[in-house]
């Protein structure tokens, strides 16, 4: 089969186009989407649009990948990045050759339109492709931080203990809070939060999103009930600070708590103190790598290649 690819922006795509993306996106990942969602999705950008790698078969779309763009700040100067998301291909065309062009095809391209750096969090399935083809280089793990409110969600045995683990969970965020520290601390690597913010939560179409002002600090998390357990998920909070961290937490635990079992927190965090328990790598309910793809080598040092360095969790990739 002979196949094309090109490059396009989200506003350049035709309506044919955009409704094959949806009948592609429901068969590659068996859940509903909608023209509409999926345009207000990759519009939701400082720049108004996204960039998209196509793959296309006798003029019909069988791969398609985005590239989401926003501006982050590395060592206080503003760069453009992409997110490499929504990589499918349908079960006819799928191989290394395809998938290794549907990306690659890209960059220069995305060099072309001023974007000097790709990152993306490819799943277990993609990761080793990402990084064995030198698509994206890795850049390390996020951690999985979690609070069970109610330990039944967790193992549905111990559901009797619920009552306990409230009150546990209770005293050991309070007791947080008590050596928690107010220092803002500061990424090498983070987003423009004046550009970020607002188009990353304009994308709440369904009212899904919420945001809490503490007056020195801005919170945003999701409730939403996540493979049968009723979860909380901390998105972002900025600055980030242990004592604010605590605070939204406490807020969750206050105004949330009669409807959820779990706060869930996936992202790198540099102090110990959070008011939630750090999951070792090997018990994390799924692996969330970044990795990334330097387009203008003339930026970045090798502090780009260290996850320790990066502002990152739900808010850059969101699982839910």
């Known amino acids: 089969m002979a196949v ?5 922006k989200t506003t350049e ?6 409704t094959q993306i949806v ?22 950008t400082p720049l108004g649009y996204s960039y998209h790698s196509i793959m296309k078969d006798e003029g019909v779309i069988c791969g398609f990948n985005s590239f989401e763009p926003s501006y982050f700040l590395y060592h206080g100067k503003k760069y453009l990045f992409a997110s490499s998301v929504t990589t499918m291909v349908d079960v006819m065309h799928r191989g290394a050759t395809n998938f290794y062009y549907i990306v690659s095809k890209a960059y220069p391209y995305l ?16 990761y080793p492709v990402f990084t064995k083809m030198k698509l994206t280089k890795d850049v390390g ?28 969970c209770r005293g050991f965020v309070w007791i947080s809070g008590v050596f928690a520290s107010d220092k803002n601390v500061s990424f090498p690597v983070k987003k423009d939060i ?8 304009s994308k709440n179409l369904h009212n899904v999103y919420r945001s809490v002002d503490f007056g020195n ?6 409730v939403k009930v996540h493979e049968g357990v009723r979860t909380a998920f901390f998105i972002d909070i900025n600055p980030k600070s242990s004592k604010s961290f605590v605070k939204a937490v406490k807020y969750l635990i206050k105004n949330e ?24 790598m090997k018990y994390a309910p799924k692996r969330l790598s970044l990795t990334a793809k330097v387009l203008d080598e003339t930026i970045f040092g090798d502090d780009i290649w260290d996850i320790k360095n990066w502002d990152t969790n739900l808010s850059n990739y969101d699982l839910i």
């Open 23 to 44: 009948a592609l996106f429901q068969t590659v990942f068996e859940r509903e989407t909608s023209v509409d969602s999926l345009r207000h999705s990759y519009m939701s």
């Open 194 to 201: 004046e550009t970020y913010d607002g188009p990353r939560y």
């Open 217 to 222: 600090a801005i919170f945003h998390y999701r």
């Open 141 to 168: 793990e996020m951690f999985t931080y979690f609070l069970p409110l109610r330990i039944g969600s967790v193992k549905p045995s111990l559901s009797s203990l619920n009552w306990f683990s409230q009150f546990i």
């Open 13 to 18: 795509l035709s309506d044919e186009e955009f």
């Open 4 to 8: 094309k690819f090109e490059q396009k």
């Open 257 to 280: 708590g009669k409807g959820i079992d779990m706060i869930l927190y996936p992202g790198y965090l540099p102090f110990s103190v959070t008011g939630m328990i750090k999951l070792p």
């Open 111 to 126: 060099k072309n339109e001023g974007v000097s750096l790709v990152y993306a969090y490819p799943n277990n399935n993609s």
